[in-house]
């Protein structure tokens, strides 16, 4: 059995709620500076709510959630969260409430995300609070409050990373296999932004299911954009495990020594522009039309920079950067980077991280 089919009849045993456009495109794009060709892995048209990678997750937590007979989707994230976001759109698209911890103060008048998510109909609860932590606890807060009224909640965990969201990313990862077969393209990377480890986790276990099956599977390289955990490489890699072992796949091991983390990019914070970033951004405008927002795919795309005009891919290689979406939060306050007619766009540098 083929790496392809393992993977078909393993998703085949989960519940899944079919509420994403894919497979989302695959767009060849420029050279990059010091060598590689750019491939792009278009998440951000994954539809559902203005797209991005969560749509994937969502497919699989809304399984789980129908499975239990959940009437409430609710879940947590930053101010201008996009997993907030297209949680809302997926609760309106099941036709069941929603409810959204968000990180700070309510903004008024919305915009951005919360802007969407308002539209969606999803009931917002801003926490007051940056803190990572204190939100998760404000979400088992308003669990138990949704529970005592009587619904039937379920619990989203920030990003949507835990074991049953990240098997959208082992589907992700069949499905650019599946279309770099087709378009006869073999590339040796695929670098992507990770902060709760669930894109990262799924992708890895599909890259171990294919590898155990000695067929082709380029390097992942996940850039740190959060500086929230201690050990984000580690979270992936046992999120993998718990990937494969959840789909019946607990044969195959994840090599903790192949998971890659980039954490030279963050700058001071999560959610702080960096000047990096906002060139990666303005490379990204420049070069393919590529809208990156500032927190999560500017500061990942910085990276992926760097590293080619470091020589990390060769200028015959094929390099994917999955664009896991976000362009709603350009339109949010500080969201987007001041254009100017300067036509040259330099290449970022390694910033210092405080």
Known sequence: MTAAERVAVALGRVPRMRLATLPTPLERGADLPGGGRLVVKRDDLSGLGLGGN?????EFLCGAAVAAGADTLV??????????RVTAAAGAVLGVETHLVLGGVAEEPPAGNQLLARMFGAHLHPAGTDDWGELSGALAALVDELRA?????FAIPMGGSDAVGAVGFLAAWAELAEQCTAEELRPTAVVHASSTAGTHGGLLAGRAVWAAAGEAAPDIIAVDVAKDSDDLAGDAA???GDVLASVGLGDVAVDPAL????????GPAYAVPTAAGDAAVTWAARHGAWVLDRTYTGKAFAGLLSLAEQGRFAPDSTVVFWHTGGFPAVFAPGGAVVPDATPAVPTPQIQEIT
């Open 54 to 58: 969560k749509a994937r997750k969502l």
């Open 75 to 84: 879940t947590v994230g930053a101010a201008q969260s996009n997993h907030a």
């Open 149 to 153: 009224a009587g619904r039937r909640p």
């Open 238 to 240: 046992r999120l993998a």
């Open 259 to 266: 998971v890659e983390l980039d954490e030279r990019w963050v």
